[in-house]
């Protein structure tokens, strides 16, 4: 859930997925969100590195940091309304507290993986500060345990003035693999499993 807190703030860094199949792989034939139909004209395809972006926990605290490779998408689907596509690949590390899902405690140093999509409908200024191809930069979020962070780089502010104006729809979709401490899927619809231990 760290994700449309963090995009729309800073956006920053959650919105997962109604029709999209998670883990499909990048490039697949018809990847669009249902938002977005092919027949939309696609805006920006770009991927970006962040490092240190707060996690949230079902309950909003902050459980871990993450590391992700984001490819981001983005429709214009109407006037000033525009579909953002996030697929994630990344990893997390835990910090010790309740457990993402609240089922029990988590120890710090947990490690695993993190790989899930959200999308997100919206009311925008299109104004890019970024190009709207391509590799568009490495972001350090500086996040703590507290949930404060140094940065606030998101989806709004790389490519919309004055951020995003309204959010109509949301939908996300990821899974947390932490091997022996297991596996939490989180997704718009339910939140099953935990990483605990």
Same mark, same amino acid.
């Given at each position: 859930? !760290?994700?449309? /807190?963090?995009?729309?703030?800073? +956006?920053?860094? +959650? /919105? ?6 998670? @883990?499909?792989?990048? *490039? ?6 249902? %938002?977005?139909?092919?027949? !939309?004209? &696609?805006?920006? $395809?770009?991927? #970006? ?12 605290? /902050?459980?871990?940091?993450? #590391? $992700? $490779? ?7 689907? @109407?006037?000033?309304?525009? %579909?953002?596509?996030? =697929?994630?690949? *990344? ?42 191809? @391509?590799?568009?930069? =490495?972001? $350090?979020?500086? %996040?703590? &345990?507290?949930?404060? %962070? ?5 989806? *709004? ?5 004055? *951020?995003? &104006?309204?959010?109509?729809?949301? &939908?996300? =979709? ?11 899927? #989180? ?5 099953? @499993? =935990?990483?605990?231990?």
């Amino acid at each position: 859930m !760290k994700r449309l /807190v963090a995009v729309l703030s800073a +956006v920053v860094s +959650v /919105v997962a997925l109604s029709g999209v199949g998670l @883990g499909t792989p990048a *490039g697949a034939a018809n990847e669009s969100p249902v %938002c977005a139909p092919q027949a !939309k004209d &696609q805006v920006a $395809d770009v991927t #970006e590195h962040v490092r240190n972006l707060a996690d949230l926990g079902t309950d909003g605290h /902050v459980w871990a940091l993450t #590391e $992700d $490779d984001i490819r981001i998408r983005i429709w214009s689907v @109407g006037t000033n309304h525009f %579909c953002v596509r996030r =697929d994630f690949h *990344g990893t997390f590390r835990s910090f010790a507290g309740v457990s993402p899902n609240l089922t029990g405690t988590v120890s710090a140093g947990v490690t695993g993986t993190e790989d899930g999509t959200d999308w997100a409908v919206f009311t925008g200024t299109w104004a890019p500060r970024v190009p709207t191809s @391509g590799f568009v930069g =490495d972001f $350090d979020f500086g %996040c703590t &345990q507290d949930g404060a %962070c140094e940065a606030h780089r998101g989806v *709004g502010y790389l490519f919309f003035a004055d *951020g995003f &104006q309204a959010l109509h729809v949301r &939908q996300y =979709d990821l899974v947390y693999d932490g091997g022996a401490h297991g596996v939490w899927h #989180e997704s718009s619809n339910a939140s099953t @499993g =935990d990483i605990t231990g």
